[in-house]
């Protein structure tokens, strides 16, 4: 059986029809998946920029109540700091009324000392005391 130039021809044709063929359908197929490819991409990409849109959303309203809480703490801190300086604005207040009295008490104490030992040394008292005078016109006349 010896093939003849027609029939190489014919067959030479017939593979170079199925390799059209095949090839056709082969790029018919990689289109198609290149479409699906690129159709999924896209869902994704809207997908992924919804969900990101919505965590968004949902951080600035965390935010949101978190700048609430900074600003009902900083509310809460200062009145904190406003007790505080009250408290001891009333302990300064009691020490400073304690002290006085204690200073009239002493000041009383003394002024009582110096009646009775002018009493007790009226003489001595009136020459101290002329002697005080003489000294104090000394000072303020230079």
């Given amino acids: 059986m010896a093939a003849t130039a027609a029939d190489i021809r014919d067959t030479a044709r017939k593979a170079g029809d199925d390799l059209r063929k095949t090839t056709s359908e082969a790029g018919d ?4 998946a290149i479409r699906d490819v690129k159709v999924q991409a896209l869902n994704n990409a809207e997908h992924a920029r919804q969900s990101l849109g919505a965590n968004y959303e949902q951080l600035k309203r965390e935010l949101d109540v978190l700048r609430g809480q900074l600003m009902a703490l900083g509310a809460d801190a200062s009145e904190e700091a406003k007790h505080r300086l009250q408290q001891g604005l009333e302990t300064l207040n009691v020490r400073v009324d304690r002290l006085s009295h204690d200073a009239q008490v002493y000041g009383g104490r003394k002024l009582e000392d110096a ?26 006349r230079r």
């Fill in 29 to 32: 197929e990689a289109r198609d």
């Fill in 115 to 140: 009646e009775r030992l002018v009493q007790e040394r009226p003489l001595t008292s009136v020459l101290v005391s002329f002697g005080l005078g003489m000294l104090f016109a000394q000072f303020l």
